[in-house]
Protein backbone atom coordinates (compact mmCIF):
# COMPACT_ATOMS: atom_id res chain seq x y z
CA UNK A 1 0.00 0.00 0.00
CA UNK A 2 0.95 3.74 -0.68
CA UNK A 3 1.93 5.19 2.69
CA UNK A 4 1.85 9.13 1.91
CA UNK A 5 2.26 10.89 5.73
CA UNK A 6 2.28 14.58 6.53
CA UNK A 7 4.05 15.73 9.72
CA UNK A 8 1.46 17.22 11.71
CA UNK A 9 -2.41 16.94 11.67
CA UNK A 10 -3.33 20.30 13.22
CA UNK A 11 -1.03 23.25 13.40
CA UNK A 12 -1.83 26.79 14.90
CA UNK A 13 0.57 29.48 14.04
CA UNK A 14 0.69 32.99 14.66
CA UNK A 15 0.70 35.46 11.19
CA UNK A 16 4.40 36.36 10.01
CA UNK A 17 5.52 33.06 11.27
CA UNK A 18 7.48 30.80 8.88
CA UNK A 19 5.65 27.60 8.08
CA UNK A 20 6.85 24.55 7.09
CA UNK A 21 4.40 21.67 6.17
CA UNK A 22 6.60 18.16 5.74
CA UNK A 23 5.19 15.24 3.33
CA UNK A 24 6.79 12.11 2.83
CA UNK A 25 5.77 8.90 0.75
CA UNK A 26 7.19 5.01 0.73
CA UNK A 27 6.76 3.91 -2.54
CA UNK A 28 9.39 5.68 -4.85
CA UNK A 29 7.28 8.45 -6.52
CA UNK A 30 8.48 10.97 -8.65
CA UNK A 31 5.62 13.31 -8.61
CA UNK A 32 4.26 14.95 -5.38
CA UNK A 33 1.77 17.71 -4.89
CA UNK A 34 0.19 20.32 -2.82
CA UNK A 35 -3.25 21.04 -2.49
CA UNK A 36 -5.02 22.92 -0.16
CA UNK A 37 -8.91 22.62 0.68
CA UNK A 38 -11.52 25.00 1.68
CA UNK A 39 -14.88 24.71 2.17
CA UNK A 40 -17.36 25.79 -1.31
CA UNK A 41 -13.81 25.80 -3.08
CA UNK A 42 -12.97 21.85 -3.45
CA UNK A 43 -9.06 21.35 -3.86
CA UNK A 44 -6.86 23.34 -5.52
CA UNK A 45 -3.31 22.71 -6.50
CA UNK A 46 -0.39 25.10 -5.02
CA UNK A 47 2.42 23.84 -6.18
CA UNK A 48 4.04 19.88 -7.98
CA UNK A 49 6.94 18.48 -8.49
CA UNK A 50 8.23 15.47 -11.01
CA UNK A 51 11.43 15.05 -9.62
CA UNK A 52 13.88 16.40 -7.51
CA UNK A 53 14.74 19.67 -7.44
CA UNK A 54 11.91 20.46 -9.60
CA UNK A 55 9.49 22.01 -8.57
CA UNK A 56 6.15 24.03 -10.91
CA UNK A 57 3.31 26.28 -9.65
CA UNK A 58 0.09 25.34 -9.48
CA UNK A 59 -3.03 27.42 -9.53
CA UNK A 60 -2.74 28.79 -6.33
CA UNK A 61 1.37 29.56 -5.43
CA UNK A 62 1.33 33.15 -4.35
CA UNK A 63 2.44 33.23 -0.59
CA UNK A 64 3.85 29.36 -0.59
CA UNK A 65 7.17 27.87 -1.83
CA UNK A 66 8.08 24.03 -1.79
CA UNK A 67 11.29 22.35 -1.94
CA UNK A 68 12.32 18.77 -2.97
CA UNK A 69 15.20 17.86 -1.81
CA UNK A 70 15.15 13.89 -1.71
CA UNK A 71 12.52 12.15 -3.73
CA UNK A 72 10.62 11.25 -1.19
CA UNK A 73 9.96 14.34 0.88
CA UNK A 74 8.01 17.51 -0.62
CA UNK A 75 7.85 20.30 1.61
CA UNK A 76 5.40 23.15 1.52
CA UNK A 77 6.44 26.52 3.19
CA UNK A 78 4.52 29.55 4.26
CA UNK A 79 7.20 32.35 3.95
CA UNK A 80 4.86 35.06 6.31
CA UNK A 81 2.05 32.99 7.08
CA UNK A 82 -1.61 35.06 7.03
CA UNK A 83 -4.99 34.43 8.11
CA UNK A 84 -6.30 33.76 5.11
CA UNK A 85 -3.93 30.68 4.93
CA UNK A 86 -6.09 29.00 7.41
CA UNK A 87 -6.85 25.97 5.59
CA UNK A 88 -6.23 22.13 5.39
CA UNK A 89 -3.51 21.38 3.36
CA UNK A 90 -3.14 17.91 1.71
CA UNK A 91 -0.23 16.40 -0.27
CA UNK A 92 -0.43 13.73 -2.93
CA UNK A 93 1.76 11.69 -4.66
CA UNK A 94 1.63 9.52 -8.08
CA UNK A 95 3.70 7.60 -10.48
CA UNK A 96 4.81 8.93 -13.84
CA UNK A 97 3.16 7.23 -16.74
CA UNK A 98 0.20 5.71 -17.60
CA UNK A 99 -1.48 5.91 -14.85
CA UNK A 100 0.00 9.38 -13.08
CA UNK A 101 -2.98 10.80 -12.60
CA UNK A 102 -3.91 7.87 -9.82
CA UNK A 103 -2.88 10.72 -6.86
CA UNK A 104 -2.40 9.13 -3.26
CA UNK A 105 -3.20 11.67 -0.52
CA UNK A 106 -1.82 11.68 2.99
CA UNK A 107 -4.30 12.68 5.81
CA UNK A 108 -3.61 16.63 5.63
CA UNK A 109 -2.76 18.89 8.05
CA UNK A 110 -5.32 21.49 9.24
CA UNK A 111 -3.28 24.90 9.50
CA UNK A 112 -4.75 27.60 11.54
CA UNK A 113 -2.68 31.27 11.69
CA UNK A 114 -3.78 33.61 14.56
CA UNK B 1 -11.24 27.93 -16.00
CA UNK B 2 -11.91 24.50 -16.42
CA UNK B 3 -14.77 23.28 -14.07
CA UNK B 4 -16.35 20.40 -12.81
CA UNK B 5 -20.15 20.51 -12.09
CA UNK B 6 -20.44 17.70 -9.14
CA UNK B 7 -23.82 17.00 -8.05
CA UNK B 8 -26.04 16.83 -5.49
CA UNK B 9 -24.00 19.18 -3.35
CA UNK B 10 -25.26 17.00 -0.49
CA UNK B 11 -27.48 13.67 0.39
CA UNK B 12 -29.16 12.80 3.21
CA UNK B 13 -30.30 8.94 2.52
CA UNK B 14 -31.80 6.31 5.15
CA UNK B 15 -29.10 2.84 5.64
CA UNK B 16 -29.39 0.41 3.30
CA UNK B 17 -30.62 3.14 0.09
CA UNK B 18 -28.71 3.25 -3.34
CA UNK B 19 -26.93 6.38 -3.71
CA UNK B 20 -26.25 8.13 -7.31
CA UNK B 21 -24.03 11.41 -7.83
CA UNK B 22 -22.38 12.63 -11.14
CA UNK B 23 -19.85 15.05 -12.23
CA UNK B 24 -20.76 16.88 -15.63
CA UNK B 25 -18.06 19.59 -17.67
CA UNK B 26 -17.97 21.34 -20.74
CA UNK B 27 -14.65 20.18 -21.22
CA UNK B 28 -13.97 16.88 -22.74
CA UNK B 29 -11.39 14.45 -20.16
CA UNK B 30 -9.08 11.90 -21.15
CA UNK B 31 -9.85 10.64 -17.09
CA UNK B 32 -12.36 10.29 -14.80
CA UNK B 33 -11.46 9.60 -10.94
CA UNK B 34 -13.55 8.98 -7.60
CA UNK B 35 -12.37 9.75 -4.33
CA UNK B 36 -13.86 9.11 -0.90
CA UNK B 37 -12.52 11.52 1.77
CA UNK B 38 -13.51 10.56 5.50
CA UNK B 39 -14.16 13.60 8.22
CA UNK B 40 -10.50 14.51 9.20
CA UNK B 41 -8.28 12.86 6.56
CA UNK B 42 -7.23 13.04 3.56
CA UNK B 43 -8.87 11.91 0.05
CA UNK B 44 -8.77 8.11 -0.83
CA UNK B 45 -8.94 7.09 -4.39
CA UNK B 46 -12.42 4.34 -4.88
CA UNK B 47 -12.20 4.01 -8.69
CA UNK B 48 -10.36 5.33 -11.81
CA UNK B 49 -11.69 5.13 -14.96
CA UNK B 50 -9.78 5.38 -18.92
CA UNK B 51 -11.84 4.66 -21.41
CA UNK B 52 -15.28 5.80 -22.78
CA UNK B 53 -18.28 3.83 -21.89
CA UNK B 54 -16.19 1.88 -19.00
CA UNK B 55 -18.13 0.69 -16.22
CA UNK B 56 -16.08 -0.32 -13.26
CA UNK B 57 -16.97 -2.17 -9.79
CA UNK B 58 -15.26 -2.23 -6.66
CA UNK B 59 -17.20 -3.56 -4.07
CA UNK B 60 -20.76 -1.54 -3.56
CA UNK B 61 -19.40 1.12 -5.93
CA UNK B 62 -19.97 1.36 -9.61
CA UNK B 63 -18.77 3.92 -11.58
CA UNK B 64 -18.68 4.97 -15.17
CA UNK B 65 -17.01 6.82 -17.70
CA UNK B 66 -19.79 9.15 -19.93
CA UNK B 67 -19.60 8.32 -23.34
CA UNK B 68 -19.02 11.70 -24.66
CA UNK B 69 -16.42 12.14 -21.98
CA UNK B 70 -17.96 14.69 -20.35
CA UNK B 71 -19.87 12.90 -17.54
CA UNK B 72 -19.41 10.62 -15.39
CA UNK B 73 -21.18 9.25 -12.14
CA UNK B 74 -20.84 6.86 -9.05
CA UNK B 75 -23.20 4.22 -7.77
CA UNK B 76 -23.41 3.24 -3.60
CA UNK B 77 -25.55 0.55 -3.59
CA UNK B 78 -27.37 -0.56 -0.08
CA UNK B 79 -25.21 2.28 2.26
CA UNK B 80 -23.86 1.25 4.96
CA UNK B 81 -22.94 4.10 8.19
CA UNK B 82 -19.02 3.84 6.86
CA UNK B 83 -20.41 4.98 3.69
CA UNK B 84 -20.43 8.61 5.28
CA UNK B 85 -18.14 11.41 4.01
CA UNK B 86 -17.41 13.63 1.06
CA UNK B 87 -16.89 11.89 -2.47
CA UNK B 88 -15.00 13.78 -5.05
CA UNK B 89 -14.93 13.31 -8.84
CA UNK B 90 -11.72 14.25 -10.62
CA UNK B 91 -11.08 14.77 -14.57
CA UNK B 92 -7.80 14.69 -16.21
CA UNK B 93 -7.62 17.50 -18.60
CA UNK B 94 -4.08 17.23 -20.24
CA UNK B 95 -1.24 17.27 -18.09
CA UNK B 96 -4.22 18.87 -15.05
CA UNK B 97 -6.14 16.86 -12.95
CA UNK B 98 -9.43 18.82 -11.75
CA UNK B 99 -11.56 18.35 -9.30
CA UNK B 100 -15.61 18.37 -8.70
CA UNK B 101 -16.31 20.55 -5.31
CA UNK B 102 -17.73 17.19 -3.55
CA UNK B 103 -21.03 15.66 -2.50
CA UNK B 104 -21.06 15.41 1.03
CA UNK B 105 -23.00 12.08 2.35
CA UNK B 106 -24.97 11.65 5.10
CA UNK B 107 -26.85 8.81 6.18
CA UNK B 108 -29.43 9.05 8.79
CA UNK B 109 -30.25 6.04 11.43
Known amino acids: DVKVTQSSRYLVKRTGEKVFLECVQD?????MFWYRQDPGLGLRLIYF???????EKGDIPEGYSVSREKKERFSLILESASTNQTSMYLC?????????????FGPGTRLTVT | GQQLNQSPQSMFIQEGEDVSMNCTSS?????WLWYKQDPGEGPVLLIALYKAGELTSNGRLTAQFGITRKDSFLNISASIPSDVGIYFCAGQLGDKIIFGKGTRLHILP
Open chain 1, 49 to 55: SYDVKMK
Open chain 2, 27 to 31: SIFNT
Open chain 1, 27 to 31: MDHEN
Open chain 1, 92 to 104: ASSVPGDRDYEQY
